[in-house]
């Protein structure tokens, strides 16, 4: 079963908020990818997690806080985001990360509106 | 850097008619090349992975090429069908950097 389950669909929150953002994979994959994508524009990476430790941050404002509690959840924590963090943020999963990696698989994103 | 780039950037066919899309890119050292398909708001469903060391992948009505050398992938998707109609992308990993980097990707519309 290829399967990335994102959770929620959809979010609308406040500049002062916190919010989360999960999601979760049984496939047995080790890395997990956290990606954001404008309308009309490819996915950009934000993290990467290899085996529960984040191996890349793509250099992304600190309002927004990746964590992965065990092999299988990535959340994304946000705080004080601004409206141009409007987006659909997208998960993905792979057997392996770095150079050594096989597909990618994603989940049907979340689309988070900050007013 | 690897670029990668998708045209034409969109595309419209009649149902029956088969469908090429082209895929290329500026560094040849790569490891791997992904083709996924967008439907509006969702998710990027994953179609075809092709190894460096692959000249093509099938899977059903879909065929993907793979040409090193000259920079070019080219997914062909034969008797399209309304159902087709979807923002194709194509992703590849360099054998050197981590990154998938992605194409703009070309919207197909397939008239029934």
């Known amino acids: 079963d290829t399967e990335v389950t994102q959770t929620p669909k959809h979010l609308v929150m406040g500049m002062t908020n916190k919010k989360s953002l999960k999601c979760e994979q049984h496939m047995g994959h080790r890395a997990m990818y956290w990606y954001k994508q404008k309308a009309k524009k490819p996915p950009e990476l934000m993290f990467v997690?290899?085996?529960?430790?984040?191996?890349i941050n793509e250099s992304v404002p600190s309002r927004f806080s990746p964590e992965c509690p065990n092999s299988s959840l990535l959340n994304l924590h946000l705080h004080a985001l601004q409206p141009e963090d409007s987006a659909l943020y997208l998960c993905?999963?792979?057997?392996?990360?770095?150079?050594?990696?096989?597909?990618?698989?994603f989940g049907e994103g979340s689309r988070l509106t900050v007013l | 850097k690897q670029e990668v780039t998708q045209i034409p950037a969109a595309l419209s066919v009649p149902e029956g008619e088969n469908l090429v899309l082209n895929c290329s890119f500026t560094?040849?050292?790569?490891?791997?090349l992904q083709w996924f398909r967008q439907d509006p708001g969702k998710g990027l469903t994953s179609l075809l992975l092709i190894q460096s060391s692959q000249r093509e992948q099938t899977s059903g009505r879909l065929n993907a090429s793979l040409d090193k050398s000259s920079g070019r992938s080219t997914l062909y998707i034969a008797a399209s069908q309304p159902g087709d109609s979807a923002t194709y992308l194509c992703a590849v990993r360099s054998s050197n950097d981590y990154k998938l980097s992605f194409g703009a990707g070309t919207t197909v519309t397939v008239r029934a």
């Open positions: 560094d040849s050292a790569i490891y791997n």
């Open positions: 993905a999963s792979s057997f392996r990360t770095s150079r050594n990696t096989g597909e990618l698989f």
């Open positions: 997690y290899s085996y529960e430790k984040l191996s």
